[in-house]
């Protein structure tokens, strides 16, 4: 017989659960706690399932009725209510994610698993760029017309390279949101095709060496904090990253064994790299250790030493000497590599000096071979090339001054 109001509330709790039925697989469940809720049994692709329809009084009978035919008129239509359902909730959570949650969430899902300088760098997109433009849409309500609008404004400013970062995480973020299941497309892929075209690929521009003695000479004469003349120094005689070097702290340092070791973590390649020190750079760290010793980073920054020095730091000094689009703090990277290469040094010496993968996958995966000692001996005989060189032209040496 149909449930009637009275009936169900003349219902009392028993010690087990139990049922009363109201027909086409609508019951009430009486629960040991004196609670009654409404289930709907149905049968979807030959399995057997429950739906739950809420509990009594708050969901009345006549309310319990409509909500199973509405239930039975996705059966009939071939639909499952349980999955149905579950796709309102998901739609409806959809709906108030923001960008900027799921972009946040994001970020700290993979900043744990980059090196430090690709989290700061992504960290700076998102703050200056992504999120002030549609943190705070809805992560469902974002079209790809919104997206290419936002990477052509980062475009007009003339910075291709941030817009080609941008694309790259907006792509990622969304994926990540397909992977959760709270978006069913992204909009992000493909915005390259419409990417503004970029001009001719420059490498990091590098004076020749020859030219060293000229470039040292006025790395004298200009007026820059000491910090940042050591900084050219260091960079001249180590080949590493300028970012390696900025933000590196005195406890990678032992001068005694003449040996920086950068750890996995703050390295490209996501792999511990030992960097030979030459005399030269030794001398030059000791004089360093003297004024920034106190601190925790080898280059603190002025403003605040908890913070390394700017990035901007190096190349705005090479520009004051007359330098811009001929040499930066990345170009001596290249230098080394010219130079070494045509001095018929060994190209696997010279790649690991540069921390650079073997082109041949397979070859990096299996070489674990750091040449610590050959390149040891390679890195003090440029260093004191460079040395020779400057004493034949009647500069100041690294050597002797820093």
């Known amino acids: 017989m149909p449930l009637t109001d009275s009936s169900i509330k003349a219902a009392k709790p028993k010690e087990k659960p139990y049922k009363l039925s109201d027909g086409y697989g609508l019951y009430l469940e009486i629960m040991p706690n004196g609670s009654k809720l409404w289930r709907l049994k149905y049968r979807h692709s030959e399995k057997e399932k429950r739906l739950a329809l809420g ?6 009978l006549q309310k319990a009725r409509q909500r199973r035919e509405e239930a039975r008129q996705l059966l009939a239509d071939g639909i499952d209510p349980s999955s149905e359902r579950q796709a309102a909730k998901q739609a409806q959570k959809a709906i108030k994610l923001t960008f900027e949650v799921l ?3 994001w970020y700290s899902y993979n900043a744990p ?3 430090e300088s690709t989290a700061y760098k992504a960290k700076l997109y998102l703050e200056n760029d992504l999120i002030p433009a549609i943190g ?8 790809r017309p919104d997206l290419v609008e936002l990477v052509r404004k980062v475009e007009a400013r003339g910075t291709l390279n941030a817009a080609g970062k941008i694309r790259q995480w907006l792509h990622q973020i969304f994926r990540y949101g397909l992977a959760k299941g709270v978006i069913e497309i992204n909009p992000a892929t493909d915005l390259n095709v419409v990417a503004a075209q970029a001009k001719a690929v420059r490498h990091h521009p590098h004076v020749g060496f020859a030219d060293l003695p000229e470039l040292l000479g006025k790395l004298e004469a200009v007026k820059i904090h000491l910090f940042t003349r050591c900084a050219i120094h260091l960079l001249m005689l180590t080949a590493v990253r300028p970012g390696e070097l900025r933000a590196a702290p005195w406890s990678e340092f032992n001068l005694d064994t003449a040996t920086w070791t950068i750890p996995k973590e703050r390295m490209k390649a996501r792999r511990p790299h030992a960097v030979p020190l030459p005399r030269q750079a030794v001398a030059i760290l000791r004089q360093l250790k003297a004024i920034s010793g106190g601190y925790a980073l080898l280059f603190p920054g002025q403003q605040n030493p908890d913070r390394p ?3 901007n730091t190096i190349n705005k000094a090479l520009r004051l000497m007359g330098y811009e ?3 930066t703090g990345h170009g001596f990277r290249h230098l080394l590599s010219t130079e070494l290469n045509g001095r018929g040094y060994n190209r696997d010496w010279i790649e690991r000096q540069l921390a650079h993968g073997d082109s041949d996958e397979i070859r990096d995966t299996y070489n674990h071979a750091t040449y610590l000692e050959q390149r040891r001996e390679m890195m003090q005989a440029w260093a004191d090339s460079i040395d020779a060189l400057c004493v034949s032209a009647n500069v100041v040496s690294i050597k002797r001054k820093a």
């Not at 509990?55 to 009345?60: M, N, R």
């Open 55 to 60: 509990a009594y009084p708050t969901v009345p």
């Open 103 to 105: 972009a946040r969430e």
């Open 113 to 115: 698993r980059w090196a």
């Open 136 to 143: 705070a849409r809805a992560i469902t309500n974002i079209a």
């Open 309 to 311: 020095m700017s990035e």
């Open 325 to 327: 689009d001929r040499q």
